[in-house]
């Protein structure tokens, strides 16, 4: 009898051995969440293979229970008052009873406005039509506000609300940070983060439209809801003082505690919502995604690319000079027309720029082009004579040139980048000592 007790201690000892090393292999194949459910500790949106993220994001988990309690440590506070960047957009509710947008959208280059439902454009979603964006800091948190046109149908903010990075402005963004449905006080709660190891974000060619090309995006995610290296990485919230607008504080660590980038904001139907997607332009066609703008009638209305919103992107830490990708139109200096010193010649002036909503006139949303030629001919431009001078547009879009008294054909030669359509030689008569003007606008058109 104590020979039999003795053998079958002995199996259940081994069984008990081999339980615990199964239970061990078993636990470290996968990461719990908070919640219980179980992901891989290299989460991403791509096949199996792609270079996972190595910086101090990549999320490690504790692998020893299924219900893992999610413990913060800091919460954000209230945002500083003063902002380092802020960026306008279009407020569409204007012509949303036209069922299109007025202005602010720009497919080919990853700009968009799109807070309609799709095809018949009779649905305008306030909770997804961005006004304003602004960033702030107090060292130990950056916070983004984004304003919203006002709330949803039922009285929510009922959408997904992000902001985009691009650390080293080359229009590639790095970091993407999003949050779902916020609620009235700070929380992790439907929030997440994502890289992108690989840098394929913008396809071929940054910000433009390389479509249709096919790539995985954002695909590694470094941020789940509190579930990460860091459990106090990123948050959101309506801010108390305006419940239309989201509030987004994340940790500088999430964007290597850059000093230097720039940024722009997103606000879209958590369904539309797919990291691996981005840019969008190189995702959709421009036919496929259709156009919320009624001037495209090739395009328009929307198709499969609806409810979303979008801003251009502004400068931390630096000042834009215009050229950065994706960046918004750069102001005009305070007093932007030259000063001339009266003599016998007379002068001739005016501004280059991108008439990026085609309204014929210069405003904030239009951006300048410097480094233009400008050809100055003689005579009139029904039968112009030579050449009898050029000027070069400067930093701030404007051209000076001076010339004898005369009557003259003004006109640009070529157009300038990110334009297939524009001004045609302007008629100029200019007495001694007067200056007259002529400006010059341009605009893009997709055929």
């Known amino acids: 009898m104590i020979s039999k007790f003795r053998s079958f201690s002995s199996w259940m000892l081994i069984m008990g051995v081999l339980f615990s090393v199964f239970a061990c292999n078993f636990s470290k194949s996968a990461t719990p969440t908070a919640a219980g459910t179980q992901i891989p500790v290299s989460e991403t949106n791509s096949p199996v293979g792609d270079t996972p993220v190595t910086s101090s994001l990549t999320p490690t988990f504790n692998p020893t229970s299924t219900q893992v309690p999610i413990i913060h440590t800091l919460t954000p506070g209230e945002p500083p008052a003063s902002q380092l960047s802020t960026i306008s957009d279009r407020d569409s509710s204007v012509f949303a009873a036209q069922h299109r947008a007025n202005g602010g959208e720009n497919f080919a280059l990853n700009l968009y406005e799109r807070p309609f439902n799709s095809q018949a454009m009779d649905q305008y979603f306030h909770q997804l039509d961005i006004n304003k964006a602004q960033l702030t800091s107090d060292g130990k948190w950056t916070y983004i506000t984004i304003q919203l046109a006002g709330q949803g149908a039922d009285g929510k903010m009922s959408g997904m609300y992000g902001v985009e990075f691009d650390l080293n402005v080359d229009g590639r963004g790095e970091v993407l940070v999003v949050a779902t449905d916020p609620g009235a006080s700070w929380s992790t709660d439907g929030t997440g983060a994502w890289t992108d190891p690989n840098h394929d974000v913008g396809g071929q060619h940054p910000i433009r439209s390389d479509a249709p090309i096919t790539g995985d995006g954002y695909e590694t995610r470094v941020f789940n809801q509190g579930v990460g290296a860091d459990p106090d ?80 992107r502004w400068a931390v830490g630096f000042t834009p000079v215009g050229s950065e990708p994706g960046i918004c139109p750069v102001p005009a200096t305070p007093t932007p027309v030259p000063s001339v010193t009266p003599t016998p010649e007379a002068t001739l002036i005016g501004m280059v720029y991108h008439d990026f909503n085609r309204d014929g006139m210069w405003n904030g949303l239009d951006y300048i082009y410097p480094g233009v030629t400008v050809e100055i001919r003689s005579g009139s431009c029904a039968a112009p004579g030579g050449v009898v001078t050029t000027a070069v547009t400067n930093s701030t879009g404007w051209y000076l040139a001076h010339v004898s008294p005369g009557s003259f054909c003004v006109k640009v030669p070529a157009y300038p980048p990110d334009a297939n359509q524009g001004s045609g030689p302007v008629n100029v008569t200019v007495n001694a000592g007067g200056t007259r003007r002529a400006d010059f606008r341009f605009w893009y058109i997709i055929y």
């Open 233 to 312: 990485l990123a948050w959101a919230r309506l801010s108390p003082a305006d419940p239309k607008s989201v509030q987004i504080a994340i940790k500088p660590a999430l964007i290597n505690d850059d000093g230097s980038y720039t940024w722009g904001a997103w606000a879209m139907n958590a369904a539309t919502f797919n990291p691996a997607w981005f840019d969008y332009n190189d995702h959709f066609t421009q036919t496929d995604a259709g156009s919320p703008l009624v001037e495209l009638t090739q395009f328009y209305p929307l198709k499969d690319f609806a409810e979303v919103d979008n801003t251009c």
